[in-house]
Nanobody
Framework: VQLQASGGGLVQPGNSLVLSCVVSGRRINTVGWFRQAPGKEREFVAAITWSGGSSYYANFVNGRFIISTDNTKSSVYLKMIGLKPEDTAVYSC???????????????????WGQGTQVTVSS
């Protein structure tokens, strides 16, 4: 399984950004987005299942991010609106074969990782 993330960039506070993750190889159950800010540990952002499209979010998202899939393009998207400076981080997509949502929030259950894409929110 290979994952390729893209879409990061420099945006002003309050603006929006859409990250993309192209997934190739064997089909897996769930794709998640994680982020790591400078000096901080990597944290869960959101996850979605390919089969039913169920989505899961970290508490800090608070309705500002939307995760979605496009099966025709084997892609997972993370639409981020109302970006804040504290959203600045390297965002990575990852895949897991786990089916139980209790594992979606923990990076150690994700076996496949793509490279990160930098998101910088600054005026």
């Amino acid at each position: 399984v290979q994952l390729q993330a893209s879409g990061g960039g420099l945006v002003q506070p309050g603006n929006s950004l859409v990250l993309s993750c192209v997934v190739s190889g064997r089909r897996i159950n769930t794709v998640g987005w994680f982020r790591q800010a400078p000096g901080k540990e990597r944290e869960f952002v959101a996850a979605i299942t390919w089969s039913g499209g169920s989505s899961y979010y970290a508490n800090f998202v608070n309705g500002r991010f939307i995760i979605s899939t496009d099966n025709t393009k084997s892609s997972v998207y993370l639409k981020m609106i109302g970006l804040k400076p504290e959203d600045t981080a390297v965002y990575s997509c990852a895949a897991t074969n786990e089916y139980s949502s209790q594992y979606f929030y923990d990076q150690k259950y994700y076996a496949y990782w793509g490279q990160g894409t930098q998101v910088t929110v600054s005026s």
